[in-house]
């Protein structure tokens, strides 16, 4: 299995401009997750979806970040408009059905930087 | 609210020794706990997981244990080397299938 895939590894935007970064999880995986990674805050979650449901978004920060899954296999999450304190590692990570054995497995990260 | 702390947040220590990194956590209702790994610019990797109802797991040189009574847990590393180099973080996944980080453990191994 190709594993968790993120893309893109890198964005350079400007404030104001739209971002998207996209997930594939791994197949038969059913839960995704969406973290940001920043020095200062470290890992946070900020939405989690169980069979394409969104369970829990109360990590979002604001209405200008928005997230989807429209099937088991792909999911986007939305910046817009982008601002510079939104510069950070977005991770992407799935997991299997059964929480008690099943391990998180993560992406590369997207790496986002707004200038 | 789940709060996960480890400390401290950097260790340097010499190739060969035997080492011990802490995880605490404040709410023991836990489903399990997971300890991974991250090298610079990468993803986190997954090096153990203890079920809420396991004491340990081991893996290789690697050996976790998990009290959940205390909120504690330890990975401990055998004989480290320098490709041990990277940083450690803890997750704990609760009632409600978040799973909390801490701040991760930057070990360097010196040679």
């Known amino acids: 299995d190709a594993g968790v895939i993120q893309s893109p590894r890198h964005e350079v935007t400007e404030m104001g401009q739209e971002v998207t970064l996209r997930c594939k999880p791994i197949s038969g995986h059913n839960s995704l997750f969406w973290y940001r990674q920043t020095m200062m805050r470290g890992l946070e979650l900020l939405i989690y979806?169980?069979?394409?449901?969104?369970?829990?978004d109360s990590g979002m920060p604001e209405d200008r970040f928005s997230a989807k899954m429209p099937n088991a296999s792909f999911s986007t999450l939305k910046i817009q408009p982008s601002e510079p304190r939104d510069s950070a590692v977005y991770f992407c990570?799935?997991?299997?059905?059964?929480?008690?054995?099943?391990?998180?497995?993560f992406g590369e990260g997207s790496r986002l930087t707004v200038l | 609210k789940q709060e996960v702390t480890q400390i401290p947040a950097a260790l340097s220590v010499p190739e060969g020794e035997n080492l011990v990194l802490n995880c605490s956590f404040t709410d023991s209702a836990i489903y399990n706990l997971q300890w991974f790994r991250q090298d610079p610019g990468k993803g986190l990797t997954s090096l153990l997981l203890?079920?809420?109802?396991?004491r340990e797991q081991t893996s290789g040189r690697l050996n976790a244990s998990l009290d959940k009574s205390s909120g504690r847990s330890t990975l401990y590393i055998a004989a480290s080397q320098p490709g041990d180099s990277a940083t450690y973080l803890c997750a704990v996944d609760g009632a409600n299938s978040k799973l909390t980080f801490g701040k991760g453990i930057t070990l360097s191994v010196r040679p």
């Open positions: 203890i079920q809420s109802s396991q």
């Open positions: 979806f169980n069979n394409n449901v969104p369970i829990d």
């Open positions: 990570a799935s997991r299997a059905r059964d929480r008690n054995t099943g391990e998180l497995f």
